[in-house]
């Protein structure tokens, strides 16, 4: 075999490429590897990996995070990896690493590490799976997103309404090898109790009053996918039993039927209630929620990572206006939504620039276009019961969002349904 120059070799290759010896030294980087750490590769070689790339003093693995150095010097295998590196910018910046082993002429190993930022990937490109963020919460949480992904565990998103609990399981879904599959998705709060078992198992034809013809259930349409619940706290609880009996079993009969199917579906559901509050509240059973939080993944509400607004509220006006003329925050806009706690989250985001889109006419938005709702706490008097509290509360609300029942369910933190019950209960419908 002729004897190559590893650095013609490594600078062949479009992706950045480094090559890692033992002791975490890096012994070759390509131009691009080197470029994208704002340095030249003779600069790099001979530094400790996780210094150029997590500006660490100390190896990745005892960080916490997946090393893909720790898995082929201890355990001999070529893992990829989500990373969060630094940019020759200091920006932080979300990388898919693939690990290959490579041995010397010596026989002696190394680590060789080609770089994808995520950017770029396939998965997330589009528009309309892209997950825009760069703040340290939510990559902490795209990249436990991506770890999971690729398992075939059950997995429970948490978050408030509007967080992106959909977009995240999306995400799951494109990033699993279910990816050429089905992703469907049922909203446990919209769907009527009486109609629940034929939406997720289906029915045959005739099976109850109103059944027209045969009906698949998105069970059946979830096989080789993803079935998405979302809302699963909704679950009626003489569902859930049946729901488990299913998920265990893998085989369900269409309502009306007889015959047994079978699916492989993995599921992903969320919530933006705790599930074993509602277990302790006995409106969830605990057997089932086992099954569904097979790994539990919280997503952080955007008031917590306020660092992402102005990418997000760029990428949102950019959607918005699409081809028309583009709209662009002002700093006084962009003051007024740092300040502000956006309970509804990225989609009350979304909502209020869709607003300001219309009204305004010179292309910038200011923080009088946005409308934001001004917070107005009743004091009440300090012996009223919890549930007149309540009632005043909503009642204030719906007046505030001129009787938007979704806007005020979205203030509230609730969904639709809820708020349903509540307004019967308070008398308010
Ligand atoms: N990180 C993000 N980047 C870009 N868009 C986002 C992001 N997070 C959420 N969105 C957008 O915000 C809107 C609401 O997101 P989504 O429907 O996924 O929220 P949700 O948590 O599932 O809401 P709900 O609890 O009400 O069902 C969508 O239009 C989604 O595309």
Redesign the pocket.
């Known amino acids: 075999m002729p004897q190559l120059e590893l650095q013609d070799l490594i600078d062949a290759n479009d992706q950045p490429f480094v090559v890692i010896d033992r002791d975490y030294r890096i012994v070759a980087a390509n131009q691009r590897y080197a470029e994208a750490y704002g340095a030249t590769p003779n600069a790099i070689v001979g530094q400790h990996c996780y210094a150029v790339s997590h500006h660490a003093t100390r190896p990745c693995h005892k960080n916490g995070e997946q090393c893909p150095h720790q898995a082929l010097f201890e355990h001999g295998e070529a893992v990829e990896v989500l990373h969060t590196h630094f940019h020759a910018d200091d920006q932080p910046g979300r990388i898919r690493i693939r690990g290959h082993a490579l041995r010397g002429v010596n026989g002696e190993r190394f680590l060789g590490e080609q770089l994808y930022p995520l950017e770029a990937d396939a998965g997330t490109d589009c528009d309309a799976m ?4 760069q703040s340290p919460a ?1 990559l902490a949480c795209v990249d436990n997103l991506a770890r999971v992904a690729d398992c075939e565990a059950s997995i429970l998103l948490f ?1 408030e ?8 399981a999306r995400f799951i879904h494109a990033r699993s090898a279910r990816a050429g599959g089905a992703f469907i998705v049922i909203n446990c709060a919209a769907v009527p109790e009486t109609l629940f078992e034929s939406e997720l198992f289906g029915h045959e034809r005739g099976a109850f009053s109103g059944s027209s013809g045969l009906k698949k259930g998105l069970f059946e349409l979830a096989d080789g996918g993803t079935l998405f619940l ?2 699963v706290a909704e679950i009626p609880l003489g569902l859930q039993a049946k729901l488990l009996r299913v998920l265990e079993s893998g085989e369900f009969r269409r309502v009306g039927g007889t015959h047994t199917l079978k699916a492989d579906v993995r599921l992903v559901s ?1 919530t ?1 209630r705790r599930l074993l509050d509602e277990v302790d509240e006995k409106r969830f059973r605990l057997d089932l929620y086992y099954r569904l939080a097979g790994i539990d993944v919280d ?1 952080p509400p955007l008031r917590e990572r306020r660092d992402d607004l102005p990418a ?1 509220a760029a ?2 006006l950019k959607r918005l206006t699409g081809a028309r003329r583009a709209c662009q925050l002002d700093a006084t806009a962009l003051a007024a939504l740092q300040a502000y706690d956006f309970p509804g ?3 009350e985001l ?1 909502n209020l620039l869709q607003r300001a889109v219309l009204t305004c006419r010179d292309g910038v938005i200011r923080a009088a276009d946005l409308h934001l709702p001004t917070a107005t706490v009743p004091v009440l008097p300090g012996t009223q019961a919890l549930a007149e509290v309540e009632r005043t509360h909503i009642r204030a609300l719906l007046d505030t969002h001129a009787g938007h029942r979704n806007r005020v369910a979205t203030a509230l933190g609730i969904t639709e349904r809820t708020l349903y019950r509540k307004l019967k209960r308070y008398g308010l419908s």
């Open positions: 892209r997950m825009v963020g939510f978050g309404s509007g967080v992106g609990k959909e977009l995240a979302d809302e969320a933006n997503l997000l990428f949102l989250n990225v989609r979304r």
